[in-house]
């Protein structure tokens, strides 16, 4: 009896607001516990609260980079259950009017071929807050500091059908949103998290099977490991013929095994109703499309560009736009120099490393010149990387700097000859070696001339000139 899995993920993203999504507490990770709260995340009485503009417009954004249908009616309701960290015994959410719906992301499958991946819903809710176990050996602790935080939860269509498959989704969705200003996804400050129902069922059947989540996977390799462990957990019972319970479930990253949590709630033991404390949240077309020129191009529209436009590779492309100031700044090194494959190759492996740093002050203009430097011959890589440590904080003039530093390239023949007779007459046996055939000296013997030229040396001329010296084609 053969199995396939069927798994949708349930992705939590925090928003990227200064204000919590009802009330005016500060939205800052790594505040001292029960810093940022105020009597409306407490839900004290006669506390009403106030929707954050700011966030219904991320929300938006969010929903129009996965080409999701945006609903101009939707509705917030109360959720209930009852936990120490949820001060007011219910989470304001959205239950059947959500802000979007019926969207598409698009991932490779096993065999590299693209799979639409449906996206049912994205709604808005508050973030509960956190309770802390490990300060004291009697009793757990509780932070609301999260508590009220703006979320955007975006639920799949079950159309995944591995754990590979699965982080794709996540990857793809993490760099859409970034890209979109959405959220930052630090999933080590747990803003960007999933939920994840598996479950597996025969081949051929159309009928889904009885379902696990697994609760708050908040690291790619976490949820590839616990998705594989469920699928096999689950195939185990049905083998032996024992039936599947529907429940949630964590994972203990330890022993790399989910355990039982609780059984899983249905939507009615939530009791939802409409918090009549807040208005339908109505939005006009105007506003829907303002946020959509403001944004112009969408991370797709972007990705289409680099890989058919520019000709890049799929991998650069999506380095390229998982960091937003990295792609504005590669788009706008585009306009003084039109190549961009070298542009992305040098942003992809060197400015990356700097942009966002306090003491960053390169500028396009100038690192276009720094990159016609390189094309022309009067810098090799090595000293470009060292030309850039410098770049990136002064932003001075390159010629200038070439000079100061003296970087520039040496591809003068007579010189870099003498070089090369001075190097084979230093390595007498490696010069035999290479002349009975053994060719892999040759990546030696420009090894040797570079650290002669302390590193200016022109490769192509040398690598030539000792070709030639050998008869090497």
Known sequence: MKFEAVIGLEVHSQLKTKTKLFSSSNNDFGEDPNRNVSVVDLGLPGALPVLNDKAVDLAILASLSTDCHINVRSTFARKHYFYPDLPKGYQISQYDEPLASNGTLVIPDSKGIDKSIRINRIHMEEDAGKLIHDISDSSSMVDLNRAGVPLIEIVSEPDLSSADEAVSYLKKLRNILIYAGVSDCNMEEGNFRCDANISIRQIGDVE?????????????????????????????????????????????????????????????????????????????????????????????????????????????????????????????????????????????????????????????????????????????????????????????????????????????????????????????????RLLDGELKLLSFFMGQVMRETKGKGNPTVVGDIIRKRFNLS
């Open 208 to 432: 889904l099977g009885v379902k696990a989540e697994i609760k708050n996977i908040n690291s790619f390799k976490f949820v590839k490991k616990a998705i594989d462990y469920e699928i096999l957990r689950q195939t185990k019972l049905l083998t032996n013929g024992e039936n599947v319970v529907q429940e949630t479930r964590l994972y203990n990253s330890s022993s790399n095994k989910t355990f039982s949590m609780r059984s899983k709630e249905d939507a009615h033991d939530y009791r939802y109703f409409p918090d009549p404390d807040l208005k339908p949240l109505i939005l006009t077309q105007e506003r829907i499309d303002a946020l959509k020129s403001s944004s112009l191009e969408s991370y797709n529209e972007k990705m289409n560009i680099y890989i058919n436009q520019y000709k890049l590779s799929k991998d650069d492309s999506e380095v390229l736009l998982s960091n937003k100031s990295l792609a504005k700044f590669f788009d706008k090194t585009l306009d003084f120099i039109k190549d961009p494959k070298i542009t992305s190759k040098w942003t992809i492996t060197e400015i990356i490393k700097y942009i966002g740093l306090d003491t960053f002050n390169l500028k396009e203009e100038n690192f276009a010149k720094f990159l016609q430097a390189v094309k022309e011959g009067k810098i090799n890589n090595n000293s470009g990387k060292e030309l850039l440590e410098n770049l990136v904080v002064s932003n001075e003039d390159v010629d200038v700097l070439i000079d100061s530093l003296d970087l520039k390239q040496e591809s003068s023949e007579d010189l870099l000859n003498e070089v090369i007779d001075k190097v084979l007459e230093n390595n007498p046996d490696e010069k035999k």
